[in-house]
């Protein structure tokens, strides 16, 4: 059975208040979307960090808002860029009988070929943007890397069909790349380059 989140009506505009809530063990959060009209509100703290390491950051959230039950998405965090600190959360209402888009992380399975020879392998999307019923959204999203060689890449259109859920993304967003070792690219570019040098030299003037 899912813990009830208790959120509480809050002012806006008063940045003291804001401050006394987070001392309190409080964090100022808002929701909007399905059913509800955008409130500020704010929930425990404790209570929401165990809940998102429970369900993860795309899990759905049982909430109280002063009586009325709401179901609800985590839609944004806004951290302190220098401390980490929780300072606001965004609560998005959801409808359990309708899709909708939210961005899942994702996550590489195996060791690439390519790696295994030396080669590195960048990961150029982080979140995939999928539309699914609110029930359905993956904590995230398991990617097969082990057959990428070097030179390789992985695009979303490679992977689409091995869900059961619509991508958003394009077909040609890429998701992974394996590259040679910078060793190597750096020798090769390195002969490329005085080959340039050769070809663009200006000959000597005549005297």
Not at 3 to 22: C, H, I, W
Not at 90 to 106: C, K
Request: proline content about 3%; hydrophobic content about 35%.
């Amino acid at each position: 059975m899912s813990t009830v989140l208790q959120a509480e009506k809050r002012k806006t505009g008063v940045r003291s208040e804001l401050a006394q809530l987070r001392k309190g063990g409080r964090i100022p959060a808002v929701i909007y979307g399905y059913n509800i009209e955008n409130t500020p509100i704010s929930v425990d703290y404790k209570e929401i960090a165990k809940e998102v390491q429970k369900r993860g950051k795309t899990g759905i959230f049982d909430l109280d808002v002063e009586g009325k039950r709401v179901k609800a998405l985590i839609h944004e965090v806004q951290r302190d860029s220098l401390k980490g600190e929780v300072l606001h959360i965004d609560f998005f209402s959801v409808n359990m009988d309708e899709e909708v888009e939210v961005d899942v992380p994702i996550h590489a399975v195996g060791e690439s070929i390519g790696v295994k020879e030396g080669g590195v392998l960048t990961q150029i999307l982080n979140t995939l943007r999928i539309k699914v019923k609110p029930a359905e959204i993956p904590e995230k999203i398991d990617i097969d890397i082990s057959t990428l060689g070097i030179g390789d890449t992985l695009f979303v259109s490679d992977i689409r069909e091995r869900v059961d859920y619509k991508i958003l993304e394009g077909d040609d967003v890429t998701i992974f790349t394996v590259t040679a070792p910078a060793t190597a690219r750096d020798a090769g570019q390195g002969d490329d380059d005085n080959q340039d040098i050769k070809a663009t030299e200006a000959p000597q003037s005549q005297a």
